[in-house]
């Protein structure tokens, strides 16, 4: 992993809070938007923390990030609603969807949400979560900017879209999925050029040769003053067939039966926002809340969840390795909040050198203002 540093996670937000309200958003986006980023570092999931901010830089600057719009409902019945985000960006719209599609479920025991017109989301951790926190089940995601070819082909056609679901639980900790159905996105490049190391895997297509590579380095292009988001020479190559089939799956549910999706063939590239043929970067998104009170005895499906979490971490473990779920340490950081969580130091200095000082803010300011605060407020 590139150089890290750990931070005080309340002074993140605080200085996300800043920035953002400097960038022209109202109180409660920006808290949308510093909420979903600091929880994505206490899951661990640094390509979706701080440096993830650049995405929505990136939209405000080519003028299709509207930071003062409202995402609306404009469409809706008992167990489905459809938002547009009027350009605004994912953090607010989704956050609007999942409020809505819980809400809905409690009554309907399922219910959809669709959006889009929307800028970046960042983790979907952080809605889904959203319903767990109201003893219910969720999944979503959103499709993206082309960042992965189909199979056997040499230039990129699908999304390298999040995919995060998570249920309800008692004293055990859920059963939380979060993923993505690619191998590689921009933030892998980023990564691997700059810690002058490998991909994990030959994901890099030759846009000549169609040659596999897992050297970074010989496709990165990166984007001035930004230390996450870079553009490639190289198609992604998708791992197997099963990611390309959820893949495709995830742009039928969030694009093509989607009211307002785009589908991602029809999306920029980052290439096009370097050349000003910029458009909002997701196409669509969804978000499935379902209550299973409605259906049942909520005591069991706590109890059905318990056990089968404790069942899972009691299988034998193979010589040298241990037996945990995923989102283990995700939920532990979540439940202990952690006094500091990791961040990139490449991802920390573009929002401060790049981002923060477009509003002449800086971190020491921003440390000066965050100290002086009331102890009740920090």
Same mark, same amino acid.
């Given at each position: 992993?590139?150089?890290?540093?750990?931070?005080?996670?309340?002074?993140?937000? /605080?200085?996300?809070?800043?920035?953002?309200?400097?960038?022209?958003? *109202?109180?409660?986006?920006?808290?949308?938007?510093?909420?979903?980023?600091?929880?994505?570092?206490?899951?661990?999931?640094?390509? =979706?923390?701080?440096?993830?901010?650049?995405?929505?830089?990136?939209?405000?600057?080519?003028?299709?990030?509207?930071?003062?719009?409202?995402?609306?409902?404009?469409? @809706?019945?008992?167990?489905?609603?459809? /938002?547009?985000?009027?350009?605004? %960006?994912?953090?607010? *719209?989704?956050?609007?969807?999942?409020?809505?599609?819980?809400?809905?479920?409690?009554?309907?025991?399922?219910?959809?949400?669709?959006?889009?017109?929307?800028?970046?989301?960042?983790?979907?951790?952080?809605?889904?979560?959203?319903?767990? @926190?109201?003893?219910?089940?969720?999944?979503?995601?959103?499709?993206?900017?082309?960042?992965?070819?189909?199979?056997?082909?040499? =230039?990129?056609?699908?999304?390298?879209?999040?995919?995060?679901?998570?249920?309800? %639980?008692?004293?055990?900790?859920?059963?939380?999925?979060?993923?993505?159905?690619?191998?590689?996105?921009?933030?892998?490049?980023?990564?691997?050029?700059?810690?002058?190391?490998?991909?994990?895997?030959?994901?890099?297509?030759?846009?000549?040769?169609?040659?596999? %590579?897992?050297?970074?380095?010989?496709?990165?292009?990166?984007?001035?003053?930004?230390?996450?988001?870079?553009?490639?020479?190289?198609?992604?190559?998708?791992? @197997?067939?099963?990611?390309?089939?959820?893949?495709?799956?995830?742009?039928?549910?969030?694009?093509?039966?989607?009211?307002?999706?785009?589908?991602?063939?029809?999306?920029?590239?980052?290439?096009?926002?370097?050349?000003?043929?910029?458009?909002?970067?997701?196409?669509?998104?969804?978000?499935?809340?379902?209550?299973?009170?409605? /259906?049942?005895?909520?005591?069991?499906?706590?109890?059905?969840?318990?056990?089968?979490?404790?069942?899972?971490?009691?299988?034998?473990?193979?010589?040298?390795?241990?037996?945990?779920?995923?989102? =283990?340490?995700?939920?532990?950081?979540?439940?202990?909040?952690?006094?500091?969580?990791?961040?990139?130091?490449?991802?920390?200095?573009? /929002?401060?050198?790049?981002?923060?000082?477009?509003?002449?803010?800086? @971190?020491?300011?921003?440390?000066?203002?965050?100290? =002086?605060?009331?102890?009740?407020?920090?």
């Amino acid at each position: 992993m590139s150089a890290v540093k750990l931070v005080d996670p309340a002074f993140l937000s /605080f200085a996300l809070q800043r920035v953002c309200e400097a960038a022209g958003m *109202t109180a409660i986006h920006a808290s949308y938007v510093a909420d979903a980023i600091v929880f994505a570092h206490l899951q661990g999931k640094l390509n =979706q923390g701080l440096g993830v901010y650049e995405a929505l830089d990136i939209a405000l600057q080519a003028g299709v990030f509207d930071v003062q719009a409202t995402p609306e409902c404009i469409n @809706e019945g008992p167990a489905y609603s459809v /938002f547009d985000g009027n350009r605004s %960006s994912g953090y607010y *719209t989704l956050n609007l969807m999942a409020e809505s599609a819980i809400a809905k479920a409690a009554s309907s025991g399922i219910a959809i949400s669709f959006g889009g017109n929307h800028n970046d989301a960042g983790s979907f951790g952080r809605y889904v979560y959203l319903a767990h @926190e109201r003893g219910m089940m969720a999944f979503s995601s959103n499709n993206t900017v082309p960042l992965a070819a189909p199979w056997g082909a040499m =230039q990129n056609r699908l999304s390298c879209p999040p995919f995060d679901a998570i249920g309800p %639980s008692g004293e055990e900790m859920p059963v939380w999925i979060s993923t993505k159905f690619a191998e590689w996105y921009d933030a892998d490049i980023s990564e691997a050029a700059l810690a002058q190391k490998p991909l994990k895997g030959h994901w890099l297509i030759d846009p000549e040769s169609g040659d596999l %590579s897992d050297d970074a380095s010989h496709y990165a292009k990166p984007i001035d003053g930004y230390g996450r988001v870079w553009d490639c020479e190289a198609a992604g190559q998708l791992g @197997e067939p099963r990611t390309y089939a959820l893949n495709l799956w995830n742009e039928l549910l969030s694009a093509i039966i989607n009211p307002v999706g785009v589908p991602v063939t029809e999306l920029p590239t980052i290439a096009d926002y370097e050349a000003g043929n910029a458009a909002p970067s997701v196409g669509g998104s969804y978000y499935i809340a379902i209550d299973p009170s409605v /259906f049942g005895p909520m005591a069991a499906v706590l109890k059905k969840s318990d056990q089968f979490v404790r069942d899972v971490r009691s299988a034998p473990p193979r010589p040298g390795h241990s037996v945990r779920l995923p989102s =283990q340490l995700a939920y532990d950081n979540v439940m202990g909040v952690a006094h500091q969580v990791p961040v990139m130091t490449a991802h920390w200095e573009a /929002f401060f050198n790049t981002i923060a000082s477009r509003y002449h803010l800086s @971190e020491e300011s921003l440390r000066q203002a965050f100290d =002086q605060q009331p102890k009740g407020d920090v």
